[in-house]
């Protein structure tokens, strides 16, 4: 079993900075990617950033510029550095791993963080 633990959410104005975590534990081999999802209300959940093992990102175009994902794979952490943030940032953000935990059958399998709400204020 594998779990995702996301901090650092909260209330924001806009033009202002949040700094999002989520650290991974449990029955861990490896950690292929690793991302953040977010979901408004009244919307379907979307990607915000992905990053790989490699440390290649990729990003939504809504935020290309202003968030950065980043990670520390000795202590499988994932970041999202949230700048300049607008009120259509105001979402339930998602952290997603892809977990091996048998290195001998090396399935993945994705797991989610329960969710940290952002809210950010005109």
């Known amino acids: 079993q594998v779990q995702l633990v996301e901090s650092g959410g909260g209330l924001v104005q806009a033009g202002g900075s949040l700094r999002l975590s989520c650290a991974a534990s449990?029955?861990?081999?490896?950690?292929?990617?690793m991302g953040w999802y977010r979901q408004a209300p009244g919307k379907q959940r979307e990607l915000v950033a992905v990053?790989?093992?490699?440390?290649?990102?990729n990003y939504a175009d809504t935020v290309k510029g202003r968030f950065t994902i980043s990670r520390d794979n000795a202590t499988n952490t994932v970041y999202l550095q949230m700048n300049s943030v607008k009120p259509e940032d105001t979402a339930v953000y998602y952290c997603?791993?892809?977990?091996?935990?048998?290195?001998?059958?090396?399935?993945?399998?994705?797991?989610w963080g329960q969710g940290t709400q952002v809210t950010v204020s005109s």
């Open positions: 997603n791993a892809k977990v091996v935990s048998s290195r001998w059958t090396r399935t993945e399998y994705a797991y």
């Open positions: 990053i790989a093992t490699s440390g290649m990102t």
């Open positions: 449990g029955s861990i081999f490896s950690i292929n990617a």
